[in-house]
């Protein structure tokens, strides 16, 4: 089995490297975006022959809740396939991952999971009979001018945000007036950004994004584009019936904006709860220098998990 990692990084590259050596126990070409804000990152990553870093002129200045996001990973689904034609290469599938991912199964293990269902899409889906899917729904149905702006974590700016969503409709609703027009067939569709989707349906992606610019121009005027992007071209398409939830956990806790760190005293309980995962997220050995370490020692031990 064939697999591409397209990887979003932006710190750390000591971090990063550990996970590319995890990576490349997998048959593999691994592809990374480094944001440009970071230029020591792309120095220190580690060298190999399937390992490829994206060119300064590919790679963006990404914020978090701005399509400098969807701009990088189309940039990483493009490089894959620039390099699956001139390698007469076809990918099993395309993995997206960020340089604080980290494998918490044995990859043999993976890759006999995959082998079991082919051509399964894996990406999470809101269900559309939850708040949650209204809230995500307003900030699309909504203009924002500036979205870099209002995505800023701080007190004036909330507060602005705040009194913007009231008098629109509220936190799950919106008047019909301040709705935005769609430009494109369909219903939205939102979830987690990291999926792991077949080389098919990577490249449905990028002809439907060639074909459809006002598509792309349209997520300019929102926030957090890259928990609706994505999601909503693949289960407006073919693919849809081919969806499962995504293979990547996320401990999220109280704080909706960013996830909890996992930490060594947490991990064994995480990891044995969630087996249905292959990676996990966040981690950060500046916080925890060891905690990738203890990761691997319990890969090796084993003593979490029993193959069916």
């Not at 894959?80 to 007469?88: A, G, L, P, Q």
């Not at 990918?91 to 999971?113: H, N, T, V």
């Not at 009231?166 to 987690?192: C, L, M, N, P, Q």
């Not at 292959?278 to 950060?284: G, P, S």
Request: with cysteine.
């Amino acid at each position: 089995m064939k697999i591409a990692f397209i990887l979003l990084c932006h710190k750390n590259s000591d971090q990063i490297n550990k996970l590319l050596k995890q990576l490349k126990k997998f048959d593999c070409e691994i592809f990374l975006h480094c944001d440009t804000k970071n230029k020591d990152i792309r120095k220190n990553i580690m060298k190999s022959n399937n390992v490829h870093i994206l060119s300064e002129q590919d790679s963006y200045d990404v914020k978090w809740g701005g399509t400098e996001m969807i701009f990088a990973t189309l940039s990483l689904l493009k490089n894959v396939k620039k390099y699956s034609e001139n390698n007469n290469i076809k990918f099993d599938y395309i993995w997206l991952l960020s340089g604080q991912d980290y494998i918490i199964q044995k990859p043999q293990f993976i890759i006999k999971k995959l082998q079991s269902n082919p051509q399964v899409n894996y990406l999470n889906i809101t269900p559309s009979n939850t708040k949650k899917y209204y809230e995500y729904l307003k900030r699309y149905e909504i203009k924002y001018s500036n979205p870099g702006w209002i995505t800023k974590n701080k007190f004036i700016i909330k507060a602005i945000k705040y009194l913007y969503l009231v008098v629109t409709g509220g936190r799950f609703h919106t008047f019909k007036i301040f709705k935005r027009k769609k430009t494109f067939d369909g219903e939205f569709y939102f979830g987690s950004q990291w999926w792991t989707i077949t080389d098919d349906c990577a490249n449905y992606i990028l002809k439907f994004c060639e074909e459809h610019e006002e598509y792309i121009e349209f997520f300019e005027n929102t926030i957090v584009p890259d928990e609706c992007f994505f999601q909503t071209i693949i289960m407006n398409s073919c693919f849809k019936d081919s969806v499962k939830n995504n293979l990547t956990f996320v401990n999220w806790g109280n704080n909706s904006r960013s996830p909890d760190l996992i930490t060594s005293s947490k991990l064994p309980e995480i990891i044995k709860k969630n087996n249905e995962y292959f990676f996990a997220r966040k981690f950060d050995t500046l916080v925890e220098s060891n905690i990738l370490d203890d990761v691997d020692k319990l890969l090796e031990k084993n003593t979490y998990k029993k193959e069916k």
